[in-house]
């Protein structure tokens, strides 16, 4: 393949096209730069030149192996195709077996070969695909392959054996003649006539047809040679003629038809060696001549109807010059018979204008419903010359004389070819682009091309418009840039030496501003066009960098050394912090030890402090200062005064409260240790961090197990180094053994103290979950009594990060001893971490602490008792507990699945608080009683939210029952009636009264069933015993009626009885001496007093009669009286009510009275005077109902 590309490419046009190139790329390398576009220079770069120059060059290659490669992938698609159809190259039934692999192999070899092999051509090597093609038809017979093998073409398949791809036995299907310049066709002649087997080869023509289009779409053919005998025409009847110049016309119509083009047709008349006379008048001819062109050549914009007429003129013209021709070939002509025959030729040759014209025309006949075939010409050949000439002249005289026909003897077949080879180089080849188009692909085509064209136009003018925007947007990029340059210009000089964050900061907003302006946008824009963003980017980068190391980083570091200064000299100085500025000034000064997260703190304080009303300017620094923390570490001006002065004061004996607070910034700040979230421990639900008592439940790192062993420890003589003057802050400097034991000891009690109160706070702020429904309470107290409850995950935490011991000190040590050991490492702890015995972990003890205990076994006792719940080797835990949360599970389990649950937990409460003191809530909180905080309080609360629910539930059940059972009775029966409603005109009926009221009445069952057990009885008051937690939250006020209905039973009934019945004594206590007698009646029962001895009457209500009545009564002396009487079952209580009964003295004493209003003139006035008599009423009880408030005050209570 490449042997071939490079061989087409060595061609002299493109060897001519590529020395072009490659002048043009030297020039613009060797001149490009000079090139100006507006003072810009846009191929100034070496790179850019360099690349344009390798991409003229290389973009030559890419296009001739394009075009090398798209056609012969052409060339190699029409083989394959042809290969694969069987048409192409089945054989004939007739033929063997053995010939038809043998024709097939051939076929198959020769079209493999096509494939890659390019043709040479008159201009170049071409490709099978890139020649012309012409189908050649005509009838059996005509002479189609004759002509090709005596046409004196070249074709290399001969060189492979076969010049055609063919069949045996003549042109069984199609012979495919490829040449240098063009491939022929030759079809079969049935293909033409389709008299045989008309279905089959029809199919078998459109199928060939087909192939063409689908393999050349733009021109399938260049042209059609239309083939037919001379002497097929010429002795052939009027009706044979017009038969076969139908057969020939279909075709035509066919090819049309498929290709949707139009062809140039050319009408060759073989076998023109059967006109007598030819061979005699030719056979002189020379080679030279034998090749010109004998026929008839058509304008091309002739019209069919004058076919006829050119033709009968080109033809006479033949004839003319055969017949000037004639004289000379006589004379040198010796033979009789032969001078004879070339005499008649011209008279011969001249007979057939006639009916050749009349054939051309039927063939070529107009027809307004059809395109026009393109007929180019009219040609007369002769392949090889055999077979018995025709003499039309003799043959017509003979037959109107009656005559017998003469026989010519038959020619020789000597093989001369005569008026083919120029007809095909010179004429049919030459005009191989004269072929239409189809027209529906080429219009497609057309629009593909114009598309293409605009497309390329559009890029073009785009591309240009790109550049010139782009350059115009440089250009204005520059200027602006200068303008921003000399801006800052202006604001450095406007600040003079000043060095503060307030005066730098426009300088650094206007260089970060004119950053952003260059800042390249990497899009396909800017790719394209002329941008100057790229060059100014790394020098505005540039400046920008260093107006932060000129102006900004300076700043801070006198900042930094103010600081250090004014700390250095203060009376009262924060060791801690001056260390740490001291140490972020030497790291800014000197590059040592760089902490880009400390100095980024740094920088953020200083612009916070600066900025502290301008919250936006800060952030602008803010911007500033995170960028030169990117070009940092770097080296400033150290004023070694201020760090020698910082030194000396730091190398004071230090307090152990800054180091160890030191210990604490460094942890949470710089170290990152991991905390211990004791929300996470806990889970959800059950037990939770109390966010009110101000905690979140989060230990730090430095207070876990981790932070004690790989922080505290091996970072405490670090730590305490460092703060007396042993680092490489301070410089070099020695402790005394005593004093750095003192140090560590306060250091290590200020942690222990810390260590504790964050457990202890921490777990002290651990709740239980409230719980307000069944089944969230069985939750917590499932939860709670299972061995992953969270109250053991809390104290076994809590375990494990309180148990400290010193390593080695344990002869077996546990898992947690070996893991001390493991993550130990050299510090104050290195001793210890080093000793395997008791001993020797005393010794090392001592060495690091001196006489102090080991913080580890502080902090271990202060939460004994808790780590102690879960110890398996200890005497107490958390199992008793566990179990009766079980316990008590499961009674709230069984509550909660019974059918109804407020009606069984009813009955537990009620058991309960007959039985107070046997039952899982008092276990519960005698156990709970024993246990430290939090864990009391935690199984307290649970305990009484779990007992409260359960009284909730019981209170439901009851208040449910009365305000189903004995509310509305109660309604019905009192409300809105006497006694209970003073002013009502309605009464109770004494048996109504009865019902509710009596003992084992409504009221009272009631009460004894479902109120007693959960209340006591004070004097006449009733209160719930919540005092021992047995209450089910009665309200005040229903017990307050309660009570009041037990006073009415005792007032009304006595201790047994079923009806009411009150006993009271009536007697006088004065009458006004202007009153005649006071009389009280009840019944049947009078008390009447005249002034007379005071004697009492007994009365008992109610009396036996149906109805009642009560009667008070005065009368004065003029027989006057006032009377007040009432009737109805209640009459002697409204009579009392209405008479003004009031108690005297004791529970039992009433007076109630009655008066008479007199009037009388005295001196010419009137005197009016009240006229009263009084009576005392004593009740038979100090229990009796006479005190009207009881009654009316009662009332049945909505709910309980």
Not at 1173 to 1195: D, E, H, K
Request: proline residues 6%.
């Amino acid at each position: 393949m490449l042997r071939t590309y490079f061989a087409n490419l060595l061609r002299l046009s493109n060897l001519l096209i590529l020395m072009l190139l490659i002048l043009l790329a030297t020039l613009l390398w060797l001149f490009g730069a000079s090139i100006t576009v507006a003072g810009y220079h846009p191929l100034a770069g070496d790179i850019l030149r360099l690349s344009i120059a390798i991409g003229v060059v290389t973009s030559f290659f890419v296009f001739t192996f394009l075009r090398y490669f798209l056609a012969r992938r052409a060339n190699a698609r029409l083989i394959n195709s042809m290969l694969a159809n069987d048409e192409l190259v089945s054989m004939g039934g007739n033929l063997s077996s053995d010939e038809v692999e043998l024709i097939r192999e051939r076929f198959e070899k020769t079209l493999t070969t096509l494939r890659d092999r390019p043709l040479d051509g008159r201009r170049k090597r071409e490709y099978m695909f890139d020649l012309p093609w012409y189908i050649i038809i005509g009838p059996p017979g005509t002479g189609k392959t004759t002509i090709l093998q005596n046409s004196g073409l070249e074709f290399p398949l001969a060189e492979e054996g076969s010049a055609a791809l063919q069949g045996m036995g003549g042109t069984r299907y199609c012979d495919w003649w490829i040449s240098n310049d063009a491939v022929l066709i030759d079809t079969a002649g049935r293909y033409t006539t389709q008299d045989v087997n008309q279905g089959i080869d029809a199919a078998a023509w459109n199928g060939f047809l087909k192939i063409l289009k689908e393999n050349r779409s733009r021109r399938p053919v260049n042209g059609v040679l239309l083939a037919i005998s001379i002497a097929d025409i010429a002795l052939a009847s009027d009706t044979e003629r017009q038969r076969h110049a139908e057969i020939l016309r279909q075709r035509l119509r066919e090819l049309h038809r498929s290709f949707e083009m139009r062809l140039p047709v050319y009408v060759l008349l073989t076998k023109c060696d059967l006109i007598a006379g030819f061979e005699e008048y030719f056979d002189d001819t020379a080679e030279a001549d034998r090749e010109q062109v004998w026929g008839i050549t058509f304008p091309r914009d002739e019209e069919q109807m004058t076919f006829g007429a050119a033709f009968e003129n080109g033809f006479a013209d033949l004839v003319d010059r055969i017949e000037k021709r004639l004289p000379a070939k006589l004379a040198v002509e010796r033979n009789n018979g032969r001078r004879c025959r070339i005499y008649g030729f011209p008279h011969e040759f001249a007979s057939l204008s006639t009916v050749l014209r009349g054939f051309i025309t039927d063939v070529f006949r107009l027809n307004r419903y059809e395109a026009q075939p393109l007929l180019r010409g009219v040609y007369f050949t002769s392949g090889t010359q055999e077979g018995t000439p025709f003499d039309r002249l003799l043959g017509a005289m003979g037959r109107s004389f009656a005559l017998a026909p003469s026989h010519q003897p038959p020619m020789s077949g000597k093989g001369k070819a005569f008026f083919i080879n120029k007809l095909l180089t010179d004429i049919v080849f030459v005009e191989q682009n004269l072929v239409g188009r189809n027209t529906k692909l080429e219009r497609r085509l057309a629009a593909a091309r114009s598309g293409a064209y605009a497309g390329v136009v559009a890029v073009t003018l785009l591309l240009c418009g790109y550049w010139l925007a782009g350059l115009d947007s440089s250009l204005n990029l520059i200027s602006r840039a200068n303008l921003a340059a000399d801006k800052i210009s202006t604001e450095i000089a406007q600040a003079g030496g000043s060095r503060t964050l307030e005066a730098i900061l426009p300088i650094l907003d206007s260089a970060r501003e004119l950053q952003e302006m260059v800042q390249p946008v990497w899009g396909l824009p800017d790719v394209l066009a002329i941008n100057a963003r790229p060059a100014l980017e790394t020098a505005v980068d540039d400046t920008y960098d260093k107006l932060l190391s000129s102006y900004l980083l300076p700043s801070a570091v006198a900042r930094l050394q103010t600081q250090i200064q004014l700390l250095s000299t203060s009376a009262d100085p924060n060791n801690l912090l001056l260390r740490d500025q001291l140490e972020t000034y030497l790291m800014l000064t000197t590059g040592q030890r760089y902490e880009r997260d400390r100095v980024e703190t740094e920088f953020q304080r200083q612009n916070e402090a600066a900025f502290v009303l301008s919250p936006d300017a800060k952030q602008r620094m803010d911007r500033h200062s995170e960028r030169l923390v990117e070009l940092l570490p770097a080296t400033a001006v150290t004023d070694q005064p201020t760090v020698q002065v910082a030194r000396e004061r730091l190398n004071d004996l230090p307090q152990a409260t800054e180091i160890y607070a030191r210990m604490v910034t460094d942890a949470e700040r710089r170290y990152q240790l991991s905390p211990i979230s004791i929300v996470n421990i806990l889970g959800p639900g059950v037990l939770q961090v109390d966010a009110s008592a101000g905690g979140n439940g989060v230990i730090p790192g430095l207070y876990t197990k981790n932070g004690f062993y790989q922080f505290f420890l091996p970072r405490l003589p670090e730590y305490i180094r460092s703060s007396t003057g042993t680092d490489w802050v301070l410089g070099d400097g020695g402790l005394s053994n005593n004093t750095y034991q003192q140090l560590a000891r306060e250091i290590a009690e200020a942690y222990v103290r810390d260590y504790i109160d964050k457990w202890r706070d921490a777990v002290n702020q651990v709740r239980a979950a409230d719980f307000d429904t069944l089944n969230r309470g069985q939750g917590v107290l499932r939860d709670l009594s299972s061995p992953q409850s969270p109250l053991i995950a809390l104290l076994t935490k809590l375990r494990e990060n309180t148990e400290l011991p010193l390593p080695g000190s344990n002869p077996t040590p546990t898992a947690a001893d070996q893991a001390a050991q493991a993550v130990t490492p050299p510090g104050v702890a290195q001793p210890v971490a080093g000793a395997v015995t008791d001993a020797l972990a005393q010794t090392a003890l001592s060495t690091a602490f001196g006489d102090a205990p080991w913080p580890g076994t502080t902090i271990r006792d202060a939460f004994t008792p808790l780590t102690a719940l879960v110890d398996p080797q200890g005497g107490q835990s958390l199992a008793q507990v566990q179990q009766l949360f079980a316990d008590l599970y499961g009674t709230v389990a069984s509550i909660a699945s019974a059918p109804s649950p407020e009606a069984a937990a009813f009955d537990f409460v009620m058991q309960r608080a007959k039985s107070p003191t046997n039952d899982s809530f008092s276990r519960l909180r005698a156990e709970a009683s024993t246990k430290p905080i939090p864990v009391r309080p935690m199984v307290e609360f649970v305990s009484n939210r779990t007992w409260t629910l359960l009284r909730r539930l019981a209170y439901n059940h009851i208040n449910q029952r009365w305000q189903q059972e004995v509310l509305p009775v109660c309604d019905l029966m009192l409300r809105d009636r006497y006694p209970f409603a003073p002013a009502s005109p309605d009464e109770v009926s004494l048996q109504d009264f009865a019902d509710i009221f009596k003992p084992a009445g409504i009221v009272d069952q009631f009460y004894k069933e479902n109120i007693s057990p959960f209340v006591v009885v004070q004097g006449r008051q009733i209160v719930p015993v919540d005092a021992r937690g047995s209450g089910i939250g009665l309200s005040p006020e229903a017990l307050t009626q309660f009570g009041r209905a037990q006073q009415i039973r005792d007032a009304f009934f006595g201790a047994a009885g079923t009806t009411p019945e009150v006993k009271f004594t009536v007697e006088p206590v004065y009458l006004d001496p202007k009153a005649l007698r006071s009389a009280f009646i009840l019944d049947d029962v009078e008390m009447i007093y005249r002034h007379g001895p005071i004697r009492a009457q007994d009365f008992v209500w109610p009396s036996k009669r149906d109805a009642s009545t009560a009667v008070l009564r005065i009368t004065l002396l003029d027989n006057t009286s006032e009377t007040v009487e009432k009737t109805g079952n209640w009459a002697v209580f409204r009579m009392l009510t209405s008479s003004g009964l009031s108690r005297t003295a004791g529970q039992e004493q009433f007076e109630f009275g009655i008066e008479k209003k007199t009037s009388e003139t005295v001196r010419n006035a009137e005197v009016t005077e009240n006229i009263r008599a009084t009576f005392r009423l004593r009740a038979a009880s100090l229990v009796n109902p006479f005190n009207g408030g009881l009654l009316a005050s009662f009332r049945c209570p909505p709910s309980l």
